[in-house]
């Protein structure tokens, strides 16, 4: 028996975002329509009713609440899911008595996303042919093993298509900018340029004219015309790191940018077209950035439509040692390997350098190295690390108990607030739901363990 099709309208006014929604829903077997308006949506309702509609709050001329009356005259039972921003959310939960089936804050949780779905729809994953989504081929130094790097990396697959700016999450180290060139490299623009800065490493009277560009002689020091990074990234993609330490004062020229595929350089008030699609990056805690007036909600919202963290090496410990590998083979210039002890140590280690510390280690070691084996010397590692007899890695696909011990106490940290103890690990909430799942699977299967 065929399983049954459901169509699903999803109601923004921003093209990327539509399309960047809909690539995620089509990949889990649903059917997907488009309108870019409330009156578009309440003409497209007029011809052909879907089976559910997912509306934007914000929407030009008539908003998705404002429109909730007259979709309800329509059809007084089609599931509706509302997206709001965190400012919207008291009016988004008004919404759902006026109408609304339920709402999604930002920036969206692909799973938080397909359960509402499912449970506004009444139907199961089994039931839309839902399979994971079939990834493009890795860079080769691209190292993918643990389970959370992989469901981010599924995420990329899904997000990179479209054309929406995008807000890469996660600590110090852990490989922000090369989650972004994967971006890049599975995207349309793969062909045209990749541009990367920092922000917080700009001089801050040096940000505008570096981003947007400035003609001869708008400042002291401007002897020639500069085209700025936006234009030089043209047709392509640019990445800036650290976009929290951005200049308050900048943010705005930013978000205009955005909405306009118009930037201004420094000394002149002619706006000029690009191309360019945007990802960014930070270590720090944006929300909370907001809300003490650091950081432009509006920017905050437009650049952070879906959720992308970049898990800490700590909790991706699978990763750990084929990243040795790689790097060892980098840096060596000959074949070298790991002594057990060596790899033991790896292992045992915190890394709150995360991955740039596990290279700068092992690039050290190579050096110091004159045979063909890495020892626990050449790594210059902490030796207070769990004896092997105590700590047993062989099995990959049990947790490490350090990192059993670090979500447990993370959790505890958090009074039991999955969010928040997953905005502290670095990595999503799914990850630490499938995690803590693993976990009870694991003491239930263990004799009188604990973590």
Not at 64 to 86: F, H, M
Not at 113 to 121: M, N, P, Y
Not at 198 to 223: D, I, Q, R, Y
Not at 366 to 391: K, Y
């Amino acid at each position: 028996m065929p399983k049954p099709s459901y169509r699903i309208l999803i109601v923004d006014d921003e093209r990327s975002q539509r399309q960047l929604l809909g690539s995620y829903l089509q990949s889990i077997g649903y059917d997907v329509s488009e309108a870019a308006s409330a009156e578009e949506m309440l003409d497209e309702l007029d011809r052909q009713m879907p089976d559910m509609i997912l509306l934007d709050v914000r929407l030009p001329g008539l908003s998705g609440i404002e429109s909730l009356p007259s979709v309800r005259q329509r059809s007084p039972t089609v599931p509706i899911l509302l997206i709001t921003a965190y400012a919207d959310l008291k009016q988004a939960v008004a919404s759902v008595k006026a109408g609304a089936s339920d709402y999604l804050s930002k920036p969206i949780d692909l799973e938080e996303l397909r359960i509402a779905v499912e449970d506004a729809l009444h139907v199961s994953s089994d039931e839309t042919g839902r399979s994971d989504v079939k990834l493009p081929p890795l860079p080769r130094d691209f190292v993918l093993q643990s389970e959370a790097m992989r469901e981010l990396v599924q995420t990329v697959a899904i997000v990179a298509p479209s054309d929406a700016p995008l807000l890469i999450l996660g600590p110090s180290g852990a490989g922000k900018e090369g989650i972004a060139k994967l971006i890049h490299q599975w995207s349309t623009r793969h062909h045209q340029p990749f541009l990367a800065t920092n922000c917080g490493a700009m001089p801050e009277n040096l940000v505008e004219s570096e981003l947007f560009g400035h003609v001869k002689g708008a400042f002291t020091g401007a002897t020639e015309n500069r085209e700025g990074l936006f234009r030089a990234a043209s047709g392509g993609t640019l990445f800036l790191d650290e976009i929290g330490e951005l200049p308050i004062a900048l943010q705005p020229k930013l978000l205009r940018a955005l909405e306009s595929q118009q930037i201004t350089p420094v000394g002149t008030n002619k706006p000029i077209q690009i191309d360019v699609r945007l990802v960014a990056a930070t270590n720090r805690d944006l929300g909370s950035d907001v809300r003490e007036g650091r950081f432009r909600e509006d920017l905050y919202y437009r650049i952070n439509v879906i959720e992308l963290t970049v898990p800490s090496l700590a909790v991706r410990r699978d990763d750990i040692l084929p990243l040795a590998k790689y790097f060892a083979a980098q840096h060596a210039g000959r074949p070298v390997r790991l002594s057990p002890q060596s790899a033991q140590q790896l292992l045992c280690s915190e890394w709150p350098g995360n991955v740039r510390q596990l290279r700068n280690t092992i690039q050290r070691a190579c050096l110091l190295c004159r045979g063909d084996i890495i020892l626990p010397e050449h790594l210059g590692l902490s030796t207070n690390t769990p004896p092997a007899s105590v700590t047993t890695w062989s099995d990959t696909n049990r947790l490490s108990q350090v990192e059993r011990a670090t979500i447990v106490a993370t959790l505890s940290e958090c009074d039991g607030n999955r969010t928040h103890a997953a905005e502290k690990l670095g990595i999503s909430r799914r990850t630490l739901i499938t995690k803590l799942k693993q976990i009870e699977g694991e003491t239930d299967s263990s004799k009188g363990g604990n973590f």
